[in-house]
């Protein structure tokens, strides 16, 4: 029964710091990254490693055919919908030991507690290790019904099919779609993570309770002009193709600027033919535009359309705006919010709400209940990078309002 206890319960904050230190062993780097790409043989390690962990901790596992091993802790009513937690252990090819992994880890930590305390919610808890998180997210799209029905569409940049790999690590392909949690199986998701930014450690803030994840467009503009001779041609009969896209990407950043949270960012340029004595001729550059608010991206976009019109007269070049990602922002629950700042007042933690920017396995959850997100300080806003670092004080006190949010709203949820 959740108790008393229950509410001055904590985690084993070493042993939290050690599982986070043998798994970062698996795929570790000399410099102290990690390296362990989906499907590789270190992540098939990783996931082995987690699953005794899991079993060690009473957790019945599984792996879907969407290869998401998922754990489950028991509740007094096992048929009611479960809560979840988890993320990834996946990396990019020079990550940190934080990325993904703690958040994992700071789950099965809570299962292990709850064990330990012979405590039982009043419904089941899963701890989740989805698949692929830092690329084809298929794991948490499976769960969430949303993967697209091309194979091909999944192929690894080595050339291994997505059947292979999910071979691998015990998925199945053919049975994708029993990957899919019917809505009203899972009440809610909370994902703890590392921010992989600079807010909270620029606030002196100790915890983050997300708003919601980002939405995202993505689009290639290409900047047509002439080529032509860079010693021969006066400056007022050029077409520079460069020229026009210099003012794009200024263009960008006054939008970025603008009041509000969103971000725009061009960080991809190919300038065509790319000589010192060549006018050029064809710029091919990326526009990446994040916020909480599709809307308001949209609106954006737009005002970005009549600039770029305006552009091309001025510079006598054509420019085309092309996109090629649209994903639509995945907005926190406000009660799971209201409970994780509730702990965190009641631990007189220093907390802010903000939005996340990157990418989460929490976004796919959202299409099917009710999620929420906790973060916790990045040093240096650094992610996706050897020397991504949070602190001990902060992994553990993370893990704590974690488990805490979790008993919160396991005791004012509708039974």
């Known amino acids: 029964m959740v108790s008393q206890l229950a509410t001055t319960l904590s985690i084993n904050g070493d042993r939290l710091l050690r599982s986070l230190s043998d798994l970062a062993q698996i795929g570790g780097l000399p410099d102290g990254g990690v390296c362990r790409l989906a499907f590789s043989p270190a992540d098939c390690q990783a996931r082995a490693l987690v699953q005794r962990w899991f079993a060690a901790a009473g957790l019945q596992t599984r792996i879907d055919a969407a290869g998401n091993l998922i754990g489950r802790y028991p509740g007094r009513n096992e048929a009611a919908p479960c809560f979840a937690t988890g993320s990834h252990i996946d990396t990019v090819p020079a990550g940190g030991r934080y990325d993904g992994a703690y958040g ?11 064990q330990e305390q012979q405590i039982y919610l009043t419904r089941p808890y899963e701890v989740i290790v989805f698949a692929d998180e830092e690329s084809s997210m298929i794991g948490s799209k499976g769960m ?7 194979s091909a569409y999944y192929q690894r940049p080595d050339g291994t099919d997505i059947q292979t790999c ?8 053919d049975r994708l779609y029993q990957a899919r949690r019917a809505p009203g199986e899972i009440a809610a998701f909370v994902e703890l993570h590392v921010e992989q930014g600079p807010i909270l450690e620029s606030m002196h803030c ?9 939405g995202q467009r993505r689009y290639a503009i290409a900047v047509e002009g002439s080529a032509n001779h860079a010693g021969t041609t006066p400056m007022y009969l050029r077409r520079d193709a460069l020229v026009a896209a210099a003012e794009v990407v200024l263009a960008v950043n006054q939008i970025g600027n603008t009041p509000g949270q969103q971000v725009a960012t061009v960080g991809q340029l190919q300038v065509t033919p790319n000589a010192a004595n060549v006018i050029p001729g064809q710029v091919e550059m990326s526009l990446d535009i994040r916020d909480l608010s599709g809307r308001h991206i949209d609106s954006l976009v737009e005002q970005l359309r009549h600039q770029l019109e305006e552009i091309a007269v001025k510079t006598d070049t054509r420019i085309r705006l092309h996109q090629r990602l649209h994903t639509e922002p995945a907005l926190a629950a406000p009660h799971i919010q ?11 933690l220093r907390y802010t709400h903000l939005p996340s920017r990157a990418s989460h396995d929490a976004q796919e959850l959202a299409n099917i209940t009710a999620m929420g997100m906790i973060f916790v300080p990045s040093a240096g806003g650094l992610s996706h990078a050897e020397q991504e670092y949070t602190s001990p004080e902060d992994c553990v006190r993370g893990a704590n309002v974690l488990l805490q949010t979790l008993l919160q709203l396991d005791r004012h949820w509708p039974h």
């Open 144 to 150: 969430a019904g949303r993967t697209v029905n091309d």
């Open 206 to 214: 100790q915890i983050g309770v997300v708003e919601g994840i980002v």
């Open 104 to 114: 994992l880890l700071a789950g099965l930590e809570v299962a292990r507690v709850l």
């Open 338 to 348: 209201q409970a994780i700042a509730q702990v965190c007042e009641a631990q007189q």
């Open 166 to 173: 999910l071979r691998r690590v015990g998925g199945d392909w």
